[in-house]
T-cell receptor, first 116, second 112 residues
Framework: EAGVVQSPRYKIIEKKQPVAFWCNPI?????LYWYRQNLGQGPELLIR????????DSQLPKDRFSAERLKGVDSTLKIQPAELGDSAVYLC??????????????FGPGTRLTVL | KQEVTQIPAALSVPEGENLVLNCSFT??????LQWFRQDPGKGLTSLLL?????REQTSGRLNASLDKSSGRSTLYIAASQPGDSATYLC???????????FGQGTRLTINP
């Protein structure tokens, strides 16, 4: 079974440029998460989707970050414009949530963003 | 606000030793706790998941325990090997929410 797929794996951009990350979750997983991991820190949740609905985006900097999950499968996270402080690893995870039971989260390899 | 702390931040031991990594959390109302491994430049690999009703989980040389009342979990690694070198992260899911709250991790080095 394929795991969570993310692309690109690495991205280097100059500040003020836009950037987008793509995630394909594990087949059948209805819940998708985007986390940001700064160097030497644990990941922090940016946004959580249940199917195509964003149910928790309280930590998403909405002035420059946006996300979508069309058709409840793939998801895209966008930053426009990027700032130096956005340099981090962006991780996507997915899980199956059913009948109120929270499933184990599985993570993709991440996208390492460097903003110059 | 749930806070997760991992001690020590870094640990270096010779090959073959048994070792314990510690994780503490401030709010005992958790749904479950997960231990992850992260290799440099890579994503997170789930090692063990403990439901709130469980006391421990085992997988091979790994054993994780959970004491909700004291807000603590430990990851025990038996007979450590150089291939165990990585950063180990613990994370909890709070009841009523579904996001993982992570500690900062313990960077483990096993010396041959």
């Amino acid at each position: 079974e394929a795991g969570v797929v993310q692309s690109p794996r690495y991205k280097i951009i100059e500040k003020k440029q836009p950037v987008a990350f793509w995630c394909n979750p594990i087949s059948g997983h209805n819940t998708l998460y985007w986390y940001r991991q700064n160097l030497g820190q644990g990941p922090e949740l940016l946004i959580r989707y249940e199917n195509e609905e964003a149910v928790d985006d309280s930590q998403l900097p909405k002035d420059r970050f946006s996300a979508e999950r069309l058709k409840g499968v793939d998801s895209t996270l966008k930053i426009q414009p990027a700032e130096l402080g956005d340099s981090a690893v962006y991780l996507c995870a997915s899980s199956l949530v059913a009948s109120g039971r929270v499933g184990e989260q599985f993570f993709g390899p991440g996208t390492r963003l460097t903003v110059l | 606000k749930q806070e997760v702390t991992q001690i020590p931040a870094a640990l270096s031991v010779p090959e073959g030793e048994n070792l314990v990594l510690n994780c503490s959390f401030t709010d005992s109302a958790i749904y479950n706790l997960q231990w992850f491994r992260q290799d440099p430049g890579k994503g997170l690999t789930s090692l063990l998941l403990i439901q709130s009703s469980q006391r421990e989980q085992t997988s091979g040389r790994l054993n994780a325990s959970l004491d909700k009342s004291s807000g603590r979990s430990t990851l025990y690694i038996a007979a450590s090997q150089p291939g165990d070198s990585a950063t180990y992260l613990c994370a909890v899911i709070i009841q009523g929410a579904q996001k993982l709250v992570f500690g900062q991790g313990t960077r483990l080095t096993i010396n041959p």
